[in-house]
């Protein structure tokens, strides 16, 4: 897990340089983004996003890495 937490934090790097903004306004942006998911007005999207993550919000790091456990489970 400790080198997947690593990868995310290259990711997060990576699209902050890409937009051309720092790695902790990158993640206040993931943050609200990932904030505004959790309260989808969808009743099956909450129940899906609090299966994912055990009914708490996650760090933007962990709901990478859990979005791409997803993906590459497909």
Known sequence: LGDDMETTKNIIREIAAQEGISEEECRKEME???????????PKAQKKFDELF?????????????????????
Do not use: M, Y
Not at 54 to 74: M, N
């Open 32 to 42: 609200k983004v990932i904030f505004e998911a959790r309260n989808n007005p969808d």
């Open 54 to 74: 055990d009914g708490r919000l996650p760090t933007p790091e962990e709901f990478i890495l859990k979005v791409s456990q997803l993906i590459l489970e497909k």
